[in-house]
């Protein structure tokens, strides 16, 4: 006889986790706890501080990919949460994906998706309130794809006027794109700051963009270039 499933993390508690610095993982893709994370040194992007390599520039200028904000959150966690060669295991477990689904259909986490044709080829996912957002992780098939979609998070959360992107732990690909490391402690400051901005939720940020880019005449792309290229 099989036990019971684990009921989803309540919604509320995640996001009270969140705005205090904490968050969920899991050993295993298939166990059913959860135990919680307060890391001493935090990863962070600045938001002025976002590398635009040439090759990425490119990519975007190029319109390689077409990219969409909230238009495929499950099959986005569930790619983050996929094996892969270099990580056969994930953190991302059925419990912590489905309290994450719960917490999407309350509009507190966001996606942002990239893809060819109608092929879903990259993403990332994470939670956002006030004018934070914190990265949970991303996923990518081709090329650049997750890069280009980091892009367009660092455009669409200065477009609304966020302040504080988080990434949880550094990796050598994050701290490539202008990734910093920081003490938990000025994290809780920068995070207790930025929380109160009252920034416009991403998808919100995301709708605005497109309708300038319509209004402009211009694919959305070249207005996320402009955004990226005024800062790097």
């Not at 986790?17 to 050993?27: H, V």
């Not at 056969?88 to 477990?93: A, R």
């Not at 694919?219 to 790097?232: D, Y």
Request: proline letters at 6%.
């Amino acid at each position: 006889m099989h036990a019971p499933a684990s009921p989803p993390i309540p919604t509320d508690l995640l996001l009270l986790a969140y705005r205090n610095g904490i968050f969920p993982m899991a050993d295993s893709r298939e166990d059913t706890e959860v135990f919680w994370v307060e890391p001493r040194r935090r990863a962070i992007l600045p938001l002025d501080g976002f590398r635009l390599s040439r090759s990425l520039a490119k990519t975007v200028r190029r319109d390689r990919f077409r990219v969409t904000c909230n238009a495929a959150f499950d099959e986005t966690i569930a790619a983050c949460a996929a094996p892969r060669p270099d990580h056969p295991e994930s953190w991302i477990s059925g419990r912590i994906a489905t309290s994450y689904r719960a917490l999407h259909a309350e509009g507190h986490a966001h996606s942002i998706e990239c893809w060819e044709g109608e092929e879903l080829v990259g993403g990332l996912y994470g939670v956002g309130f006030g004018g934070v957002f914190c990265g949970e992780s991303m996923f990518s098939r081709r090329t650049d794809a997750s890069k280009v979609a980091l892009a367009w998070l660092v455009a669409l959360m200065r477009r609304g006027g966020a302040r504080l992107l988080d990434c949880q732990f550094m990796t050598e690909h994050l701290a490539s794109m202008g990734a910093v490391e920081i003490a938990q402690a000025r994290y809780v400051a920068l995070l207790g700051d930025a929380s109160g901005a009252g920034a416009d939720p991403l998808p919100s940020a995301f709708a605005s963009l497109l309708s300038d880019a319509d209004a402009a005449g211009l694919p959305p792309s070249k207005l996320i270039l402009q955004s990226l290229i005024h800062t790097s």
